[in-house]
């Protein structure tokens, strides 16, 4: 009999010290969001003539519609583009820009707002190799970017069937 006890109360402590245990691991409120790459993956839209398409974490691209000869004409071109979930920063050219480094503020199921935080072709990056200017951003992201909030992008998710809906009137394929 006494074995049993010694065997149900070995039992007990290890459920009891296993409780304990996941209560005080459990996660608070005031851990940070960590992203990964599947929750920018979509299609969003800043603009009624822009829409960013993020295949991956490194594969992006533009709808662009534009105004020529009095109809309105579609244009897909890649982006580059390059998220680091770790630390929250957006590496991202665009066709009219240079690379930039966007910090992501804020990303739901339908709204995800960037804010401008450097250019790469900074002079401070300019002897530096990807690999060097990556490591350089991931320093400066620890240390935690200056922002100015009046350098946000607002983009508003695009439910994937309407997106492909332009792409057929346009006959675009990615």
Not at 31 to 60: A, F, M
Not at 92 to 102: G, I, K, T
Not at 144 to 152: C, E, H, Y
Request: glycine share 4%; charged share 25%; proline share 3%.
């Amino acid at each position: 009999m006494s074995y049993n006890l010694r065997k149900a109360n070995a039992l007990f402590c290890c459920v009891l010290i296993s409780a304990i245990a996941f209560i005080f691991s459990s996660c608070s409120d005031d851990d940070p969001v960590v992203r990964t790459e599947s929750d920018l993956v979509g299609v969003w839209t800043n603009s009624p003539d822009h829409y960013l398409y993020i295949k991956s974490d490194t594969k992006i691209y533009s709808l662009y519609l534009q105004e020529y000869e009095g109809e309105t004409v579609g244009m897909i071109e890649p982006d580059g583009y390059v998220y680091e979930p770790a630390y929250n920063f957006i590496v991202y050219m665009d066709r009219n820009s240079e690379p930039d480094v966007y910090q992501l503020i804020s990303l739901d199921e339908d709204e995800m707002v960037w804010c401008w935080v450097d250019n790469l072709m900074d002079e401070k990056y300019e002897d530096m190799s990807k690999t060097e200017i990556l490591g350089q951003l991931i320093m400066e992201a620890d240390k935690g970017f200056t922002l100015d909030m009046s350098k946000t992008v607002t983009y508003k998710r695009v439910p994937d069937e309407e997106f492909q809906a332009m792409l057929d009137k346009f006959g675009l394929e990615i």
